[in-house]
């Protein structure tokens, strides 16, 4: 009776080429998320400046209304002769300076809520990268999972050479793997079959004797 494909669970076959390339795009995306994280981190620190700035304008202005407060009601006494009628009230009303500098500490308010508003801004995207960072690390190891095969599948090869090489120099050699279940990465497994081929060779023809020395 066949093996339905839900019985054996779904496979897909994809090309070893193929994953490489996934993989090496999911580490160009790692990259340039690092590169945005300094990026932010950047744009982080001058906002710190920027606010300090602002706290600085903000104090200066306030200084430059105290100071034009006091110059215009110094000025208005010179010429007004301390009359009794004064107004102060009258003088804000017609001093450009003070209305300019109030002008400018609004302006100073405003920058200062463009400053927090691009903190918030720089804070979500902190977030959005550190879940991005999470995604592609996922991404990377569904990758590398894919490409790990077990040693199980290569032990009959070896053993079969393990008989060989026995047949070939008249001895005689049994072939015991523990630990088979274990997986390597595909690459690396194929780089170390043939080393690994040539060492129980050489273990068999060299390193055990024959059955009349035994």
């Given amino acids: 009776e066949p093996v339905t494909g839900a019985e054996r669970g779904d496979m897909a076959r994809v090309s070893a080429e193929l994953l490489d390339q996934l993989l090496n795009n999911a580490g160009e995306v790692s990259i340039a998320r690092a590169r945005l994280e300094q990026q932010l981190g950047s744009v982080e620190f001058n906002l710190a400046e920027l606010s300090r700035t602002v706290t600085r304008l903000k104090e200066q202005l ?74 592609v690390t996922e991404l990377q190891n569904g990758l590398m999972r894919t490409r790990m095969v077990s040693f199980q599948r290569h032990v009959q090869r070896l053993a079969r050479i393990v008989r060989q090489a026995a047949a070939d120099s008249g001895k005689q050699a049994e072939f015991v793997v523990e630990g088979a279940a274990g997986e390597l990465d595909r690459q690396v497994l194929e780089r170390m079959l043939p080393p690994f081929e040539h060492l129980l060779r050489n273990a068999v023809v060299h390193g055990v004797e024959t059955p009349a020395e035994r």
């Fill in 62 to 135: 306030r200084k430059l209304e105290i100071e034009t407060e006091a110059q215009v009601l110094h000025r208005h006494d010179q010429d007004s002769g301390h009359r009794q009628d004064f107004d102060p009230l009258e003088l804000d009303r017609y001093s450009s300076i003070q209305q300019y500098s109030r002008a400018l500490a609004e302006s100073a308010n405003d920058v200062a809520s463009l400053q927090q508003l691009l903190e918030s801004l720089v804070g979500e995207a902190q977030n959005q990268l550190q879940l991005q960072a999470r995604t």
